[in-house]
C-alpha cells in the first residue's frame, strides 16, 4: 500500500462549560455574516497559530484545502470506495466507508449493501443487494492507506445478481487456471464537452478538419484533453492497475489506453477501476466520458475496446497451432460473440474506418480492417498472441474476456 505523512492535529475539545460571551464581534465572510465571541476569535487564533508549528501548514480556508488535508499522524482509520456495476451494466457506482485500519487483502474486508431499487438492480419491496468485495487498488485521489475496492452483486441469500457477469466469468477462468489466459484491452473513448455534448475542441456546431493528424497528435490543434489523459495515466499507476500506455486516436477528441498484460479475472477488474478512475477524474474536469462506439455520424473512426489474448500454449513454442485453432473457433461463433461485444457496435463494425463487417468473420496478419488480426511478430516467430478487433468501447470486459478464453480454450466444436 502507499504511504503518505499524516501530519494534522486532532481538533481541541470545547470546554465542559461554554466560553465567556464578553462581546458580539459582526464580520463578514464573501457576503455571509456570522457572529463569535471575542474569547471564541482569541481560541481560534490559538489553535491556528499552534496547529503551524505542528505541522508547518496552515489551517483549511477552502474546500479545496479539507480535501488535500493530511491525516493526524495518531489516525488509523482508512476510508474504502466500495465500486460496483449498475443495472445498466456499463454505469459505475460507488460509495465509501470507514475502516478501523489499513488492510492487506480482499479477505480483511466486509460486505456491504445498497438500495438496488435505485440502480435498476432490485424490486423496491426487496431492496437490499450485497456487496462482494473482489480486487483491492490504491486510492490516488485521497491517498495514504486509503484504498478503492472492486464489488460484486449478490442477493442476501447469496446468489449472484442477473446483472453481475463477473461471477460467471470467474467460474470459467477458474476452470482452466493452468492455461494463464493474458488479456491486453484497448480501451477507446471520447471527451465531450458538458454543455453541447460535443467531442471536445470540436468547433461549435461544426467539425475539425478531417482525420489524419490527430492520431498520436501533438499540439493545441491536434491533442484535446491530454490533461486528462496524463493525470488517468498517473491515476492508473498510482493504483496498482497495469497500464501499459495511453495514446491520442485518429478522431480528434478521442484517446485510448490499454490495460494489460492482465491474467484471467483480473482484467475485468483492472479495465472496470480504470473506467472508474477516467470517470472521477472527467467529473472533476466537467467533461463528460463517452464510450459510445460511433459517437459522431460520417467519415469519423468509432471507438472500440480491442482484446489481445493468449495462453501460456499460444505463447510457447508450437504456438502457432493453437491460436490458428483458435481463431477457427472465433469463426464458428462469430454471431454469438457480436452479440456480446457491446451495445450499438453495428453503427462502428461497418467495414470502414479500420474495422471489418461485423456481418462476416475475417483474420489476417497486420490487417486493421479485419475481425482478428495477428501481429508480424507472432507470425515470424510463430507463437504469440492474437487481437480481437470486434469489442465495441462500451463492451463488458467480464464477458468479452471470458467469451474469449471460452471459445479459443475451453469450447470444443
Known amino acids: 500500500m502507499g504511504t503518505f505523512s499524516l501530519a494534522f492535529p486532532l481538533p481541541r475539545k470545547r470546554p465542559a ?168 484491452l484497448e480501451q477507446e473513448y471520447t471527451l465531450l464537452e458538458k454543455e453541447r455534448k460535443w467531442p471536445l475542441g470540436w468547433p461549435v456546431n461544426g467539425y475539425p478538419g478531417a482525420q489524419g493528424p490527430y492520431y498520436c497528435g501533438v499540439g493545441a490543434d491536434k491533442a484535446w484533453g491530454r490533461r486528462i489523459v496524463d493525470a488517468h495515466y498517473k491515476a ?74 493468449s495462453t501460456k500454449a499460444m505463447r510457447e513454442d508450437g504456438g502457432w497451432e493453437v491460436i490458428m485453432e483458435g481463431v477457427k473457433n472465433l469463426e464458428l461463433r462469430h454471431k454469438e460473440h457480436i452479440k456480446a461485444y457491446g451495445e450499438g457496435n453495428e453503427r462502428r463494425l461497418t467495414g470502414r474506418h479500420e474495422t471489418a463487417s461485423m456481418d462476416r468473420f475475417s483474420w489476417a496478419v497486420a490487417s486493421r480492417g479485419t475481425s482478428v488480426r495477428i501481429g508480424r511478430d507472432t507470425e515470424a516467430k510463430k507463437k504469440g498472441y492474437m487481437e480481437d478487433r470486434r469489442p465495441a468501447s462500451n463492451m463488458d470486459p467480464y464477458v468479452v474476456t471470458s467469451l474469449v478464453f471460452d471459445t479459443t480454450t475451453l469450447w470444443k466444436p
Open 17 to 184: 462549560s461554554p466560553l465567556p460571551r464578553l462581546r458580539r464581534i459582526d464580520h463578514e465572510n464573501g457576503g455571509v455574516h456570522s457572529t463569535s465571541t471575542v474569547a471564541e476569535q482569541s481560541r481560534f487564533e490559538s489553535q491556528k497559530k499552534q496547529s503551524k508549528v505542528r505541522t508547518g501548514t496552515r489551517m483549511a480556508a477552502t474546500v479545496d484545502d479539507l480535501l488535500r488535508l493530511e491525516m493526524p499522524a495518531d489516525e488509523k482509520r482508512i476510508i474504502a470506495e466500495y465500486i460496483w456495476v449498475g443495472g445498466s451494466g456499463l454505469d459505475l457506482r460507488s460509495k465509501p466507508r470507514t475502516l478501523p485500519g489499513p488492510v492487506k487483502s480482499v479477505s480483511e474486508l466486509p460486505n456491504w449493501n445498497y438500495d438496488g431499487s435505485s440502480t435498476g438492480q432490485a424490486p423496491g419491496e426487496d431492496s437490499e443487494v450485497i456487496l462482494y468485495p473482489q480486487a483491492i487498488f490504491r486510492d490516488p485521489f485521497r491517498g495514504g492507506d486509503n484504498i478503492l475496492v472492486m464489488c460484486d452483486c449478490y442477493t442476501p441469500q447469496g446468489e449472484p445478481i442477473p446483472t453481475n457477469t463477473r461471477y460467471a466469468a470467474n467460474k470459467l477462468f477458474e476452470q482452466a487456471l493452468e492455461t494463464e489466459p493474458w488479456f491486453g
Open 236 to 309: 492508473c499507476v498510482y493504483a496498482g492497475i497495469t497500464i501499459s500506455g495511453t495514446n491520442g486516436e485518429v478522431m480528434p477528441g478521442q484517446w485510448e489506453f490499454q490495460v494489460g498484460p492482465a491474467v484471467g479475472i483480473a482484467a475485468g477488474d483492472e479495465l472496470w477501476v480504470a473506467r472508474y478512475l477516467l470517470e472521477r477524474i472527467t467529473e472533476m474536469e466537467g467533461v463528460i466520458l463517452s464510450l459510445d462506439p460511433k459517437p459522431v455520424e460520417g467519415d469519423w473512426n468509432g471507438a472500440g475496446c480491442h482484446c489481445n489474448f
